[in-house]
């Protein structure tokens, strides 16, 4: 026979003997007829039992021999907790004795009212209690003022910090030089990369980064699609044209109106007299007017004809009037689009009057929800239809990309509701295609000029670009143009890097000439030239190494001090020890040594004699 689970709960016969590992906390017959409270006798027992293990633990450090390493190296703190607990014991039993008695009552009460037996069994086996002296502790644990280190509040990113990782995101290697936050690094950087033949390391270093930049930029496009704006502008025509047809929106209000018929008696009629009034006013203005007779005569001549028609048969006359108006239908000659409006108005009012009559109030609500939605859906065909009016696909093309610019021209209505009316595949072409033109000259080259310029991302506004790029669920693609932006507005001078000016060289000579000992970057160039500080620059470990330099040189010239010079002269040593393990010797032509020996002897009199 299997074990019972529950036997614990099961009562035991008289004489048993008890298998509850509590039954030493269940109070004897002659404790329970005393008259101190179990909440007051249990005091003692509850002190010596916490003081007790608290005395183990402290014990237990003296047999750190006989324990593994593990074990033995968790023994100390362990000691260090049980003497803290032999110390609080008097606290720590008064409560749980105090506390947890009143708390397994109370729970054996509320017990009895929902399974008798089950708190009775719960109260002999002290397990009542047991979880009470739990809840004690933690009750205690919580009050107790714990010493919890603030976390520490974010920093933020720099904006050198920010560029960098949007570049390691989408696979684009940044020179040094660009993504520093020192503006003297940067500066050096612009002369340097315009010297002829010394500058081509950093010049190497930028064209190669504007490239991966047009890689990362063609990958973002793939991920959207592949089409050109004629293929992108012909999907959206036959979105469009579908959506018009039979859409979403469309089958909604087409299901609004099934429901009016299905609460309309199809035998009852109506007559129609704000249609027979309007019949009789079109014809005595045309009459007025010495003008032929309006057409709508033989358009509605057999309905008005009739005492009466049901529901059925106005909607559908309705219908074929609408049909005129939204152009699915040809006008008869001698009628006119005004004169096709006010008989559909006509036809709905009597409409409502059949409906009231043939569908009682039940009908007439349904209807009205239905007159509603149509409303709403007429606007938005009307939208949809200024697409459809346009002649080629590149057209309908540019007037998407119009209605997502920043400009006056911009119409975000319009562009979210093509947006929902295509769908997201044939959507996700027009955002490849929109794609593949950012950021590129009319040849093709990539340029983060122009990627942020009014025909890139800066001539598009921020609801526009959403829709573009971030409603079809491909928010990570459109995360690698948001990074592409975000290096392009850091690193415009990229593309006067890769193509360097006459004018860098009487920058750098000018420059070089000054000899202002206070200028790190001056005293940078004249001891590694224009070309080792150019591949010094297009390296990041090197460049960050001169950063430090740099720093710590300015700290020397301006506050001389021994802390200061001393900082200097390690960051020239360790400054020296980079270049000569990262740059090619036959750019730089000199060894570590001699080469921190400058460094070093480059400090201003001031710091000198200040570290005399």
């Keep these: 026979m299997a074990d019972n689970p529950f036997a614990d709960l099961i009562p035991k016969e008289a004489g048993a003997k008890s298998a509850n590992p509590f039954a030493d906390l269940i109070p004897t017959k002659e404790q329970e007829s005393s008259s101190v409270p179990a909440f007051i006798r249990d ?26 390493a593990v074990e033995g190296l968790m023994s100390l703190p362990k000691a260090v907790m049980g003497a803290a607990r032999v ?15 009143p708390i397994a009552d109370l729970e054996t009460s509320l017990g009895g009212l929902i399974n008798p037996e089950v708190a009775r069994q719960r109260e002999q086996s002290g397990a009542a209690y047991e979880d009470a002296k739990r809840s004690v502790d933690t009750a205690m644990a919580a009050g107790m003022p714990a010493k919890v280190k603030a976390p520490a509040a974010a920093v933020p990113l720099t904006e050198g910090q920010e560029v960098a990782l949007a570049g390691q995101r989408v696979g684009v290697d940044l020179p040094r030089a660009v993504i520093s936050d020192s503006k003297s690094v940067q500066q050096v950087g612009k002369i340097a990369a315009n010297v002829p033949v010394a500058g081509m390391p950093l010049r190497n270093a930028s064209r190669s980064a504007v490239q991966q930049m047009d890689e990362a930029m063609t990958g973002a496009r793939a991920g959207f699609g592949s ?38 008696d199809p035998t009852v009629t109506a007559p129609m007299p704000n249609t027979q009034a309007l019949s009789s006013t079109l014809n005595a203005r045309r009459t007025n007017a010495a003008l032929p ?158 990627m942020l310029g009014p025909s890139g991302l800066g001539g598009l506004s921020e609801e526009g670009k959403r829709l573009l790029f971030r409603s079809t669920g491909l928010s990570s693609h459109a995360d690698v143009i948001d990074d592409i932006a975000t290096i392009s507005k850091r690193f415009k001078q990229l593309n006067q890097y890769a193509n360097p000016s006459g004018t860098g060289q009487t920058t750098l000579g000018g420059a070089l000439g000054a000899g202002a000992v206070a200028d790190p970057i001056t005293t940078a160039t004249t001891f590694l030239g224009s070309l080792g500080l150019s591949a010094v620059l297009s390296r990041p470990a090197s460049a960050r190494s001169m950063a430090a330099w740099a720093r710590a040189y300015e700290r020397a010239a301006t506050k001389p001090t021994t802390a200061s010079v001393h900082g200097y002269q390690q960051a020239s040593k360790l400054f020296a020890a980079t270049i000569a393990n990262s740059v090619e010797r036959q750019i730089v032509n000199i060894d570590a040594g001699t080469l921190a020996r400058q460094f070093q002897g480059a400090v201003p009199a001031g710091a000198e004699d200040e570290q005399k």
Excluded at 300 to 316: C, F, Q, W
């Design 43 to 68: 005091v003692p027992k509850e002190i010596a039992d916490e003081a007790k293990a608290g005395a183990a633990d402290v014990m237990a450090l003296g047999r750190r021999g006989e324990m593994g």
């Design 87 to 101: 110390a609080l014991s008097p606290m720590t039993g008064t409560a749980r004795s105090m506390l947890g008695h």
């Design 227 to 264: 089409s050109d704006p004629a293929a992108a502008g012909q999907a959206v025509r036959e979105g469009v044209s579908e959506a018009i047809k039979s859409g979403p929106i469309k089958q909604k209000v087409d299901s609004l109106y099934a429901a009016v018929d299905n609460l309309v």
């Design 293 to 450: 007779g309006s057409k709508n005569v033989d358009e509605l001549g057999e309905a008005l004809s009739r005492p009466g028609m049901n529901y059925e048969g106005i909607k559908d006359l309705r219908s074929y009037f609408g049909e005129m108006m939204n152009g699915a239908k040809e006008i008869p000659q001698g009628m006119s689009m005004g004169e096709v409006k006010q008989i559909y108005g006509a036809l709905s009012k009597d409409m409502r009057l059949v409906i009231a009559r043939a569908g009682g109030a039940d009908g007439l609500k349904a209807y009205d929800s239905a007159e509603k939605a149509a409303k709403r859906w007429a606007g938005v065909r009307e939208d949809l239809q200024r697409i459809l009016n346009v002649q080629s696909e590149e057209g309908v093309f540019s007037k998407i990309v119009t209605a997502a610019g920043s400009k006056s021209s911009a119409d975000i209505n319009l562009l979210g509701r093509v947006r929902g009316a295509v769908g997201p595949d044939r959507w996700n072409e027009v955002s490849a295609a929109l794609i593949e033109r950012l950021g590129r000259a009319p040849d093709g080259t990539f340029s983060p000029d122009r």
